[in-house]
């Protein structure tokens, strides 16, 4: 058999040259295709952020509680995660084949076995007690707290400690000591430094107290420690028991010498930054709560005074001292209701009845009462209407009686008398919600068949209306009687 070349003819040729160009165009076709491709996969793998899971995050926080472990191995997941993206990015831009290693992935299954315990957790919450779940929480806050407070005074309580314990040995039986030494340098240092400094002070709170007498401190050592006596300067023949202040003072005396020489160790003592007073003018007249109240509300410039009292003339005293030297007052009402003491009514007490000439105490309360649950919406619905009957009080003695007389004044504005109108339409209304309003005072703590209606943010809102209307009609009626 034999063969030969022969020359293509030139349709043959032709015929080629096309087939050729075509294949040449679809293989060119692809390779831009694949470009684009491996393009847009190298810009979705490079802005691809593997630094999202930190501490900030809830998800992370659940594995800190429920398995450190799986914690621990998502952390070098996402870290040989970026390792491979950087390889890959390389790859890529190099045109090359990369050979990665596998990346284990078994701790899904752990994942999957916690979300299903918080997924029973989530149940378990909502069949639960909202109240319950609350007070549990507010506990382990409160706990928490504790333990933070405590970390910060632990230094203290061991040094406080360590000192108690070398007390403790230095004034064993079996240590021999005399302490005359210790008392004859106390004295020398308490006259020093403390004596002649607490006299000074003593005398200038009895000066502002307008009871210039002069005293004498006498002190004693005994076993390391001084006792101090207050005594009045007499005849030098007068034995000291004679002269001492209870049995030549008045209670009201007494009191005052008492209270001067608590408030000088106030000042004396670097270490106070408050002071409690429980009932300081108890069985005083008028004269001596007018005295006092000033020269306490005062003292509140130096550290914070707080005053148990019963006395509501002396809270006037405060209240006008506090205005005449621009001194911050909080009052709060503390009763004892049926039988539970302890009951705390902020800023609600004769002593703010200026505030209550409109309604906008029980609007606060009635604001928050609205998105509060049940449990925490009824003690603001009892505080709102406390604050709404003290409005109508207030409005008695500003508006019916044109601040003629007030409730702790001292004297009576006999010239207001010619601006007080009163309508008794309007009067007996402001009667009629009084009444109506004390029901709810204690309104959670009734039962049923004592109270025609249980409180409601909508029934406060509406009484709050009703008050200022009633308030917009007295206004009214004044215009209209006085021409």
């Given at each position: 058999?034999?063969?030969s070349?022969?020359?293509?003819?030139?349709?043959?040729?032709?015929?080629?040259?096309?087939?050729?160009?075509l294949?040449?165009?679809?293989?060119?076709?692809?390779?831009?295709?694949?470009?684009?491709?491996?393009?847009?996969?190298?810009?979705?793998?490079?802005?691809?952020?593997?630094d999202?899971?930190?501490?900030q995050?809830?998800?992370?926080?659940?594995?800190?509680?429920?398995?450190?472990?799986?914690?621990?191995?998502?952390?070098i997941?996402?870290?040989?995660?970026?390792?491979?993206?950087?390889q890959?990015?390389?790859?890529?831009?190099n045109?090359?084949?990369?050979?990665?290693p596998?990346?284990?992935?078994?701790?899904?299954?752990?994942?999957?076995?916690?979300v299903e315990?918080?997924?029973?957790?989530?149940?378990?919450?909502?069949?639960?007690?909202?109240?319950?779940?609350?007070?549990?929480?507010?506990?382990?806050?409160?706990?928490?707290?504790?333990?933070?407070?405590?970390?910060?005074?632990?230094?203290?309580?061991?040094?406080?400690?360590?000192?108690?314990?070398?007390?403790?040995?230095?004034?064993?039986?079996?240590?021999?000591?005399?302490?005359?030494?210790?008392?004859?340098?106390?004295?020398?240092?308490?006259?020093k430094?403390?004596?002649?400094?607490?006299?000074?002070?003593?005398?200038?709170?009895?000066?502002l107290?307008?009871?210039?007498?002069?005293?004498?401190?006498?002190?004693k050592?005994?076993?390391?420690?001084?006792?101090?006596?207050?005594?009045?300067?007499?005849?030098?023949?007068?034995?000291?028991?004679?002269?001492?202040?209870?049995?030549?003072?008045?209670?009201?005396?007494?009191?005052?010498?008492?209270?001067?020489?608590?408030?000088?160790?106030?000042?004396?003592?670097?270490?106070?930054?408050?002071?409690?007073?429980?009932?300081?003018?108890?069985?005083?007249?008028?004269?001596?709560?007018?005295?006092?109240?000033?020269?306490?509300v005062?003292?509140?410039?130096?550290?914070?005074?707080?005053?148990?009292?019963?006395?509501?003339?002396?809270?006037?005293?405060?209240?006008?001292?506090?205005?005449?030297?621009?001194?911050?007052?909080?009052?709060?009402?503390?009763?004892?209701?049926?039988g539970?003491?302890?009951?705390?009514?902020?800023?609600?007490?004769?002593?703010?009845?200026?505030?209550?000439?409109?309604?906008?105490?029980?609007?606060?309360?009635?604001?928050?009462?609205?998105?509060?649950?049940?449990?925490?919406?009824?003690?603001?619905?009892?505080?709102?209407?406390?604050?709404?009957?003290?409005?109508?009080?207030?409005?008695?003695?500003?508006?019916?009686?044109?601040?003629?007389?007030?409730r702790?004044?001292?004297?009576?504005?006999?010239?207001?008398?010619?601006?007080?109108?009163?309508?008794?339409?309007?009067?007996?209304?402001?009667?009629?919600?009084?009444?109506?309003?004390?029901?709810?005072?204690?309104?959670?703590?009734?039962?049923?068949?004592?109270?025609?209606?249980?409180?409601?943010?909508?029934?406060?809102?509406?009484?709050?209306?009703?008050?200022?209307?009633?308030?917009?009609?007295h206004?009214d009626?004044r215009?209209?009687?006085?021409?």
């Amino acid at each position: 058999m034999t063969h030969s070349d022969q020359p293509l003819s030139d349709s043959a040729r032709h015929y080629i040259e096309r087939l050729w160009s075509l294949l040449e165009s679809d293989a060119q076709s692809r390779l831009i295709e694949l470009e684009k491709q491996l393009q847009n996969n190298f810009e979705s793998l490079e802005a691809l952020e593997l630094d999202f899971f930190n501490d900030q995050l809830v998800s992370y926080r659940h594995l800190v509680v429920y398995s450190p472990e799986i914690l621990s191995q998502i952390q070098i997941f996402l870290e040989n995660s970026e390792k491979h993206q950087q390889q890959l990015l390389e790859a890529i831009k190099n045109r090359k084949t990369a050979h990665l290693p596998r990346i284990s992935k078994h701790f899904f299954s752990g994942i999957q076995e916690i979300v299903e315990r918080l997924e029973e957790t989530i149940l378990e919450l909502r069949n639960s007690s909202k109240s319950v779940i609350i007070t549990q929480l507010r506990h382990e806050q409160i706990e928490l707290r504790h333990r933070q407070k405590l970390r910060q005074l632990l230094p203290g309580i061991e040094q406080y400690i360590q000192n108690a314990q070398w007390i403790a040995k230095a004034e064993s039986s079996s240590v021999k000591r005399s302490t005359h030494h210790i008392s004859r340098q106390y004295n020398l240092l308490f006259d020093k430094l403390v004596t002649q400094r607490y006299i000074e002070l003593f005398e200038e709170h009895l000066q502002l107290l307008k009871f210039p007498a002069t005293i004498k401190v006498i002190t004693k050592g005994q076993k390391g420690e001084t006792l101090k006596q207050i005594a009045l300067k007499m005849d030098e023949s007068m034995p000291t028991r004679i002269a001492q202040t209870d049995k030549v003072l008045s209670e009201g005396e007494q009191k005052a010498v008492a209270l001067a020489d608590f408030l000088t160790e106030v000042v004396l003592d670097d270490n106070c930054s408050a002071i409690v007073l429980d009932d300081p003018v108890t069985s005083l007249d008028f004269d001596w709560k007018d005295l006092i109240a000033p020269i306490l509300v005062q003292e509140s410039r130096q550290q914070q005074v707080v005053i148990f009292t019963h006395d509501l003339h002396f809270l006037y005293c405060l209240k006008e001292a506090a205005n005449s030297y621009d001194i911050q007052l909080s009052a709060h009402w503390i009763e004892k209701r049926n039988g539970v003491p302890g009951w705390v009514f902020q800023n609600n007490t004769p002593l703010s009845e200026s505030d209550y000439k409109k309604s906008t105490r029980a609007n606060e309360y009635w604001q928050q009462a609205r998105k509060e649950p049940p449990e925490a919406q009824q003690v603001l619905l009892q505080a709102g209407f406390g604050a709404l009957r003290t409005s109508y009080e207030a409005f008695v003695i500003f508006d019916l009686f044109g601040s003629v007389v007030m409730r702790f004044g001292e004297r009576v504005s006999i010239d207001r008398l010619k601006d007080v109108y009163v309508d008794p339409e309007i009067r007996d209304t402001v009667i009629q919600k009084v009444g109506f309003l004390s029901r709810y005072i204690e309104g959670h703590l009734h039962s049923d068949p004592y109270i025609a209606q249980k409180p409601t943010p909508d029934l406060l809102k509406q009484e709050i209306d009703e008050f200022d209307n009633l308030k917009k009609r007295h206004t009214d009626y004044r215009k209209k009687m006085t021409g």
